[in-house]
């Protein structure tokens, strides 16, 4: 059932709502527990209830849809993680970001002051828990002394991580606001044989803990994850908000070896570190399985809302579908880094028993972007102007309101900081090119052709013809639009 085309019939559920928003002893005695769980580089169509052609086995996050709400018109804010992982924890559109690359050592890219998604919650009475990469850099200046500007000083009570992915150096694992074991040790890069140089198990050379090992990071932040829930669960009176940011699927393809062969690409040909990849993904199926196994066995599931996506599409090829059978980005153009629809347009499913509507889809338009406003107003939280200035209250459309609608615009960023314009159904993109990973990257206009790009999704979803040339006047209309929420202090309600 589609919510955006057949309204749930949901009055009970709309004066419920009322109800959360009017008071705050009706949020207090309301409030779920929250899991965010993040996957890395996960694509649209790995997952089976996404993709019925999958070649990955993913029983757990299709067991979650079906408990839940699946979106199939979902946004990470930007193709590539960084600007991905500030839109989140902000509510501000990634462009918005201070002009740093997100390397642990190059400066906190959240300044202090803003308001984020964890001490938002964390002021409306949630413990807030974070496990897994952080990626926003410190301002750092030794590993004997506190990595300052991190999670903990911006909202989070606790923080066990790594700085960034797994193939970027130096590998360490932080507690809080402290590395855990300095990276005195090196290691090698290291490159996969008969994938690309971004593909398999890829990590660069560089700094390393003597005590850390790459294929332990994953299954480290799975285990500390549902103790950290089990943990919480033994003070149901304080709601819990736990932030899970997987290292996986994204490089090095790492999967344990109880998930070897258990995705079905391996065949004659297909080189072993490209089938990693399905493996890796059935890794992180696994590690959704097992919180949901832990919140059913404390019995917190039912008052517990679990989000589920991915920072951006995955790395994956044309040319890897052709040869695997499996097409990681599904049905859209491109991939991750990529200002085309797979590299933005990414799984989420929400669940929260006898609130969110259960074994439905929505078409409605919404972005990572919009958590923080829907959250607050999920827990009666009123936000300040400068707060949270482009996140959407989309907690109706949560709830399956009659009439409730996603967004009208959406903005989101390619790797090369290119920016694309959502308005409706059309998609207007200020440049030729995928302004990411996949060629052409950038492209010169043809003699008398278009210079930008333009695609009715409603008709188009692989954004195959260009519509430029044939609309110069929505092109201009959608240039002034697109200029105007750039330049605007705030684009939400």
Known sequence: HSLATHPLRSARVAFAYLLLLSTSS???????????????????????????????????????????????????????????????????????????????????????????????????????????????????????????????????????????????????????????????AMIDEHHSEGVRNIQGAFYREGKIAPGLKLPEVLPTFAERALARIEENAKSPETPFFTYLALTAPHTPWLPAKKFHGRSSMRAEGVPPALADYGDFVANVDDIVGQVLDRLDELSIADRTLVIFTSD??????????????????????????????????????????????????????????????????????????????????????????????????????????????RKGSLKFIPHLGSAGFSEPKREKPTPGGPTVQLYDLANDPGETTNLAGERPNVVAELTALLERLQTAERTAP
């Not at 995955?314 to 859209?332: I, R, V």
């Open 26 to 184: 009706a949020a207090d005695a309301t409030r779920p527990n929250i899991v965010l769980i993040l996957a890395d580089d996960l694509g649209f169509g790995d997952i089976g209830c996404y993709n019925p052609r999958s070649k990955i086995p993913t029983p757990n996050i299709d067991r979650l849809a079906s408990q839940g709400l699946r979106f199939t018109d979902a946004h990470s804010p930007a193709s590539v993680c960084v600007p991905t992982r500030y839109s989140l924890l902000t509510g501000r559109y990634s462009h918005r970001r201070p002009n740093r690359n997100g390397s642990f050592n190059a400066g906190a890219l959240i300044d202090e002051g803003i308001v984020t998604l964890p001490a938002m919650l964390a002021k409306a009475g949630y413990r807030t828990d974070m496990l897994g990469k952080w990626h926003l850099g410190f301002d750092f200046t030794s590993f004997d002394d506190a990595l300052a500007g991190g999670p903990v000083d911006r909202g989070f009570a606790s923080y066990f991580g790594v700085p960034a992915s797994t193939d970027i150096p130096p590998y360490f694992f932080i507690e809080d606001d402290h590395a855990v074991e300095a990276p005195t």
């Open 312 to 421: 951006n599409g995955p790395t994956w090829y044309d040319d890897d579908a052709e040869l695997t059978g499996h097409d990681s980005a599904g049905p859209w153009r491109g991939m991750k880094g990529d200002v085309w629809e797979a590299g933005h347009r990414v799984p989420l499913i929400i669940r929260w028993p006898a609130h969110v509507p259960a074994d439905e889809t929505s078409d409605a338009l919404i972005g990572q972007v919009d958590f923080f406003a829907t959250l607050a107003a999920l827990v009666g939280q009123k936000l300040a102007k400068e707060t949270a200035p482009d996140s959407h209250n989309l907690l109706p459309v949560l709830l399956g309101h009659d009439g409730a609608t996603g967004r009208e615009t959406l903005i989101t960023q390619s790797s090369q900081g290119v920016l694309s314009l």
